[in-house]
């Protein structure tokens, strides 16, 4: 076998949203390696072109991207991608987005308005993507009824509940998009 031949299948995976909806926590979470994380703290300047509201303990934020991995096995790799949630450095999304298996998107249902930026951006270019709405503070204020009634999705997008704290929440989102891509590529 040529050295090339023994390189692991590397699968670019992206974790996106909005602003402050627990990308970061994701990647952190689930990564086997140190994520890379691009954070800077949250300064004066960002007072009225960031909105914090309902994020009173945010204290930086992601200005370019986070990166982890997972190694599914020796020969496959998952690289996570997580995207920066505020509208200002949305211009990286169709960079990160190239090469994309698909996406997972994070909405805070405190906050369901800085979810909409990111469905679009997925079904525009038609990466295939599943709906996690995290757990904050442990609970889930809504049903995912509820939930896909308020996000306008039809039945045939994944949707669940999470906790990007939790390692195994974060495998099972990731698997069922695993699911979605294999379902959605075999018809």
Known sequence: MSGSDDAP????????????????????????IAPLRTEELLTAASIGVDDLAGLDHKTATTVAMDFGRISLTPELKL??????????????WNDLSVGALGGVILVDTRRL????????????????????????????????????TALALGPNVYLTTFDARNRASCRDVLLALVDHVIARASH
């Not at 974790?15 to 627990?22: A, D, K, L, N, R």
């Not at 997580?82 to 990286?92: A, L, N, S, V």
């Not at 308005?113 to 889930?140: K, T």
Request: avoid cysteine.
């Open 9 to 32: 299948t590397a699968v670019k995976i992206l974790i996106s949203g909005g602003f402050g909806v627990g990308k970061t926590t994701m990647v952190a979470s689930i990564s086997e």
């Open 79 to 92: 690289y996570l991608f997580g995207t920066p949630g505020q509208q200002r450095f949305w211009f990286m």
């Open 113 to 148: 308005e800085v979810s909409f930026a990111a469905i679009d951006f997925f079904e525009s270019r038609e990466i295939p993507f599943v709906i996690a709405a995290n757990s904050f503070d442990g609970q889930q204020l809504y049903p995912v009824e509820q939930i896909r």
